[in-house]
Nanobody
Framework: QLQASGGGLVQAGGSLRLSCAAS????????MAWFRQAPGKEREFVAG????????YYAESVKGRFTISRDNAKYTGYLQMNSLKPEDTAIYYC??????????????????WGQGTQVTVSS
């Protein structure tokens, strides 16, 4: 499983850096992504990154504010979140992509979700 951490309470306009820790080197073989789920809403795609770390993809709602990255030597992925807004409040999960279908935003293509980390942005 992947374990997300680094969440917390921050004021609007602030920043947080989330980490996604993997247990082994197989992490380096997979496309990874961050998803989030706000209360009463479905889990949604936030950002994705190829196994080598060069290809990124972002949801429109976070483009220009969030940056996804990874350090394969440490089996760890990251999500740098800047200019946070109250609507970014959610539980954030990282996952690995196991099915390479036509839609990289489809959570059904991912597994190893872990518990997630809570991000709360106050106005």
């Amino acid at each position: 499983q992947l374990q997300a951490s680094g969440g917390g309470l921050v004021q609007a306009g602030g920043s947080l850096r989330l980490s996604c820790a993997a247990s082994g080197r197989t992490f380096t073989m997979y496309y990874m992504a961050w998803f989030r789920q706000a209360p009463g809403k479905e889990r949604e795609f936030v950002a994705g990154l190829t196994s080598g770390g060069r290809g990124t993809y972002y949801a429109e709602s976070v483009k220009g504010r969030f940056t996804i990255s990874r350090d394969n030597a440490k089996y760890t992925g990251y999500l740098q979140m800047n200019s946070l807004k109250p609507e970014d409040t959610a539980i954030y999960y990282c996952a690995r992509r196991i099915n390479y279908g036509s839609n990289r935003s489809d959570l059904r293509e991912y597994d190893s979700w872990g518990q997630g980390t809570q991000v709360t942005v106050s106005s």
